[in-house]
């Protein structure tokens, strides 16, 4: 048998470079769960049940509509800030932006009335100071909106 390097995934036959992924680490395993592994989760769950941990088919149906909403809410913001900046019409029709969520709820092990992590990508003439200040104006104004609140975190991303 070949030996295989830290980057290379056997893919068939012949080994091959594993694609590189900034900020995103190699799996720890790519081995399917043991019959052992699926017991214990199963008995797991059963432990956690009882203290309400899991929410039920609404409340993840609620977090999607919640999702889908800012998501075209989101479009609609990115739309209005480059119609404000004067970009031609063509442009407009076709700028992109999107809301990708992250951290417990992203992996699928959040609980019960547990936050949702969301990152707004957005085209680069959209800037951070439109976010914290015209997005959170058009925020304030929907429906169902509660006690919302600016938190500014600094991150900067050189590509």
Excluded at 21 to 50: C, F, M, N, W
Excluded at 104 to 127: F, M, N, Q
Aim: glycine share 6%; proline share 4%; net charge neutral.
């Amino acid at each position: 048998m070949k030996e295989m390097s830290a980057n290379s995934v056997m893919l068939g036959p012949q080994p091959q470079q594993a694609q590189k992924h900034y900020g995103i680490t190699s799996p720890i395993s790519l081995a399917y769960p043991k019959d052992v592994d699926d017991i214990s989760t199963q008995r797991l769950i059963e432990a956690l049940k009882p203290f309400g941990v899991f929410e039920d088919e609404e409340e993840l149906n609620h977090r999607l509509v919640v999702l889908g909403k800012l998501n075209n809410l989101v479009k609609e913001w990115i739309a209005e800030i480059s119609e404000i900046k004067n970009l031609p019409a063509s442009v407009i029709v076709n700028v992109g932006g999107k809301i990708f969520t992250f951290g417990s709820y992203r992996l699928g092990v959040h609980t019960k009335g547990a936050d949702i992590d969301a990152l707004c990508v957005a085209p680069r003439h959209v800037e951070r100071s439109d976010f914290f200040q015209s997005f959170f104006e058009k925020l304030k104004q929907q429906e169902g909106i509660k006690n919302l609140r600016v938190i500014y975190f600094l991150s900067i991303v050189h590509c």
